[in-house]
C-alpha cells in the first residue's frame, strides 16, 4: 500500500486561503468517507483537525474545512494565520488486512 | 484528563527486541479500537498497527508484520507492542493513538526508538 499523495509544500498570505490535497485510490479515499487530516507543529504531536471527510472535533476552527471528489480529498484553510504554519499530514481507513490504514507523505504549509 | 503515555522506548541492536507500553487514562479503554504510529526523524506518520476493542483482531502494516505484536489489557488499560528482529529503518518515535470514529483523535506523546547497525 502506497502513501497517499500530497503536495511537499503549500503557502500563502496571512488571511488568504491555501488548499492540500490528498489523492489515493478507489481502495482508500475513494472507497470509504473515512479520511482524516493531522496538523503538527515543530516538535510536536499531531492533532486532529477534520475527520470522516468534512467533520470538525470541538475546538478546531470553522476555518478549517474538508472536501472529497472520486479518489482525491482537500483541506482548505481559509484565513490564513501565523500558526496554521505545519505540517499537515492525511489519512484513509482501508479496510485491509494489509495498512488497514494509510497516511499521505506530509504537506508543509507556509504562511507568507 | 483523556491521556496516552508511551514507555519502552530506547537503543537497541539492529536484530534486538523492545516491548512499548501505552497507558491509557480518563476514558472507557474498552469503546476503543488502539493504534501505533511512528514517526522517523523528519520524515512523515506512518501507520503500524491496530488492535480491536478485546483484542479480536489485529493487523499490521507490510513493513512490520511478522516481526511486531501488538495486544492489549484492557483489564490494567494498556497497549503493548513487541517489536522482534529490530531493523535500522524502525528508528522513529512510536506514537500510541486512539481511535474514534476511524480517526486518530488522542496521541501519546511518544516514545523513542533507536536501532543502531
Known amino acids: 500500500q502506497s502513501a497517499l499523495t500530497q503536495p511537499p509544500s503549500a503557502s500563502g498570505s496571512p488571511g488568504q486561503s491555501v488548499t492540500i490535497s490528498c489523492t489515493g485510490t478507489?481502495?482508500?479515499?475513494?472507497?470509504?468517507?473515512?479520511v482524516s487530516w493531522y496538523q503538527q507543529h515543530p516538535g510536536k504531536v499531531p492533532k486532529l483537525m477534520i475527520y470522516?471527510?468534512?467533520k470538525r472535533p470541538s475546538g478546531v476552527p470553522d476555518r478549517f474545512s474538508g472536501s472529497k471528489s472520486g479518489n482525491t480529498a482537500s483541506l482548505t484553510v481559509s484565513g490564513l494565520q501565523a500558526d496554521d504554519e505545519a505540517d499537515y499530514y492525511c489519512?484513509?481507513?482501508?479496510?485491509?488486512?494489509?495498512?488497514?490504514?494509510?497516511f499521505g507523505s506530509g504537506t508543509k504549509v507556509t504562511v507568507l | 484528563e483523556v491521556q496516552l503515555v508511551e514507555s519502552g522506548g530506547g537503543l537497541v541492536q539492529s536484530g534486538g527486541s523492545l516491548r512499548l507500553s501505552c497507558a491509557a487514562s480518563?476514558?472507557?479503554?474498552?469503546?476503543?479500537?488502539m493504534h501505533w504510529v511512528r514517526q522517523a526523524p523528519g520524515q512523515g506518520l506512518v501507520w503500524v498497527s491496530h488492535?480491536?476493542?478485546?483484542?479480536?483482531?489485529?493487523t499490521y502494516a507490510d513493513s512490520v508484520k511478522g516481526r511486531f505484536t501488538i495486544s492489549r489489557d484492557n483489564a490494567k488499560n494498556m497497549v503493548y507492542l513487541q517489536m522482534n528482529s529490530l531493523r535500522a529503518d524502525d528508528t522513529a518515535v512510536y506514537y500510541c493513538?486512539?481511535?474514534?470514529?476511524?480517526?486518530?483523535?488522542?496521541w501519546g506523546h511518544g516514545t523513542m526508538v533507536t536501532v543502531s547497525s
Open positions: 493513538v486512539r481511535d474514534r470514529n476511524l480517526a486518530f483523535d488522542i
Open positions: 488492535i480491536d476493542n478485546n483484542g479480536g483482531r489485529t
Open positions: 489519512t484513509s481507513y482501508t479496510g485491509s488486512n494489509n495498512n488497514f490504514y494509510v
Open positions: 478507489s481502495s482508500d479515499v475513494g472507497g470509504y468517507n473515512y
Open positions: 470522516e471527510v468534512t
Open positions: 480518563g476514558f472507557t479503554f474498552t469503546y476503543h479500537w
